[in-house]
């Protein structure tokens, strides 16, 4: 099986665990948490970076730090992972769903200014696959109109936006280091902000509001969230961000094997990378359009029978139950490329064999060659 998207685990991971086992700081006290802390934000150029259990927790912890609740409205696409949306509706708040590019497949920024009202608080612009949404003119809009913007950069690290890493753009970006992500924890999260009252905010917060009063006891003056990283998880984190140059390098390279194999493929559209934006390809992903000769499903079997992992485009938000109800621009491309999209294998490690393989699949069920 040549796997979808698996964890590059080949650096100081096992050192750097083993000395929190032998140390006994395995939660979430330990200088790893810290050191993780301070050598992402360097790494992104942000002023403050705070650990979290998962994206999730992240993207959560940004709306609260913002003060996103009840009655408030927060702009985000539907063709996203689930989580941002979620998100909202975890602080009180309800998600508006804008429409998608077709070539970038990210928040189409055009689309954002007829979708506001009094309610809007927020925008949430989700880098999905690993392309940038147009930050400029997401800031342009919320600047105009008073509105925070909280970056998804889940699946965008190591992507760059007119040389500026995506995730550091708006007041708070956020990552993950799922398992398939370009960096693993296993399972972990980042909020990242170069306001430093917000991150202290969000540090506060995620930490369950504690305070250490001179006799050691804990107070807590608000509401808190058990949103922390283990030490042993931050661990690994630090031994995998001193690869992550080299992971970047791999995966671009990948893209760009893929891109020469497949680029005369009738009725497959490729992923692309605009002028402004240096794209990591976290995972390539293409479209089939209708004159490629079967569909994408039929595609996605015939891959899977012979050995390859791969996964259709995540399906709009905006038509899933507990969110049909919620208000919606036109859903166009997104309806569109839901049912067109597939992400094909993107592991650090896929060899060029692999990449090989996949192609000649693909190639083979284009009606040209049918």
């Keep these: 099986m040549i796997p979808l998207c698996v964890p590059e685990i080949k650096g ?4 750097y665990i083993k000395e929190c086992l032998d140390t006994n700081w395995v939660s979430s006290a330990g200088s790893y948490v810290d050191k993780f802390e301070d050598e992402f934000s360097k790494y992104v150029n942000v002023k403050s970076a705070v650990v979290t259990m998962n994206g999730t927790a992240a993207l959560e912890l940004a709306l609260r730090a913002v003060g996103i ?22 602080v009180g708040a309800e998600p508006v769903f804008v429409d998608v590019c077709r070539d970038t497949y990210v928040m189409d920024t055009e689309k954002l200014e007829q979708l506001l009202t009094s ?24 600047n105009k109109y008073n509105l925070y913007v909280i970056e998804d950069a889940t699946e965008g690290l190591g992507s760059l936006y007119k040389g500026k890493s995506v995730g550091t753009i708006g007041h708070i970006g956020c990552f993950s280091f799922n398992g398939n992500k370009l960096i693993t924890t296993g399972a972990g999260g980042m909020l990242a902000t170069n306001d430093e009252k917000l991150g202290d905010k969000a540090k506060f917060l995620s930490t369950q509001t504690k305070v250490i009063t001179d006799n050691k006891a804990f107070y807590h003056p608000e509401v808190g969230y058990n949103f922390r990283m283990p030490n042993i998880l931050a ?57 490629y000769g079967i569909s994408r499903d039929e595609l996605i079997q015939k891959l899977l029978d012979n050995g390859i992992e791969c996964r259709p485009f995540f399906m709009s938000v905006h038509n899933m139950p507990p969110y049909i109800e919620c208000r919606h621009g036109d859903m166009k491309i997104t309806s569109e490329i ?33």
Excluded at 12 to 15: A, D, T
Excluded at 70 to 88: A, H
Excluded at 266 to 288: A, D, F, H, M, Q
């Design 12 to 15: 100081n991971e096992w050192k």
């Design 69 to 90: 609740g009840q009655g408030d409205e927060v702009i985000v696409p539907s063709m996203t992972f689930i989580s941002p949306v979620n998100t909202i509706k975890y």
């Design 119 to 142: 309610k809007t608080k927020a925008i949430m612009p989700v880098h999905i696959y690993g392309h940038s949404v147009d930050m400029n003119q997401v800031m342009e809009i919320a």
């Design 235 to 291: 661990a690994m984190g630090c031994a995998q961000l001193e690869k992550i140059d080299e992971y970047i390098k791999a995966k671009r390279e990948h893209a760009k094997l893929y891109d020469k194999l497949l680029k005369d493929v009738r009725g497959v559209t490729l992923p692309i990378e605009k002028e402004w934006c240096k794209n990591v390809y976290w995972i390539y992903s293409i479209l089939i359009e209708d004159d």
């Design 338 to 370: 839901a049912i067109k999209g597939i992400s094909l294998p993107s592991s650090v490690g896929l060899t060029d064999n692999e990449i090989k393989k996949v192609c000649e699949i693909i190639k083979a069920n284009s009606k040209l060659n049918v």
